[in-house]
């Protein structure tokens, strides 16, 4: 069975941080462009981060440059996202998805597209 699942998600007082991860199950991540999307009530989903599956270049979001950085450790079949400096605006669930044919890590965000999504963790930040 393909699968993402996210973990790491919480409560968390603005200006801290959490680090979320992607774990993949029956399919190899390392052929596969990952993004980070978020989705807030009453918004639409949001590609905030995403990575290359070659080269490891990364496009990030305008609304996160500078505060949150995504990784991939191909050997464990995973992926994080590290978010530094949280703001009470973060606030949503976050998805990790797979994609095996957009070009580029900016497509990938800026399409919102993904083959494979993962089920959602919910990040608040909130004092």
């Known amino acids: 069975q393909l699968q993402l699942v996210e973990s790491g998600g919480g409560l968390v007082q603005p200006g801290g941080s959490l680090r979320l991860s992607c774990a993949a199950s029956?399919?190899?991540?390392?052929?596969?462009?990952i993004g980070w999307f978020r989705q807030a009530p009453g918004k639409e989903r949001e590609g905030i981060s995403c990575?290359?599956?070659?080269?490891?270049?990364?496009y990030y979001a305008d609304s996160v440059k500078g505060r949150f950085t995504i990784s991939r450790d191909n050997a464990k079949n995973s992926v994080y996202l590290q978010m530094n400096s949280l703001k009470p605006e973060d606030t949503a669930v976050y998805y990790c998805?797979?994609?095996?044919?957009?070009?580029?890590?900016?497509?990938?965000?800026?399409?919102?597209?993904?083959?494979?999504w993962g089920q959602g963790t919910q990040v608040t930040v909130s004092s």
């Open positions: 990575i290359s599956s070659n080269d490891g270049t990364t």
């Open positions: 998805a797979a994609d095996g044919w957009v070009a580029t890590a900016q497509h990938m965000c800026r399409m919102i597209r993904g083959d494979y």
């Open positions: 029956g399919f190899t991540l390392r052929n596969y462009i």
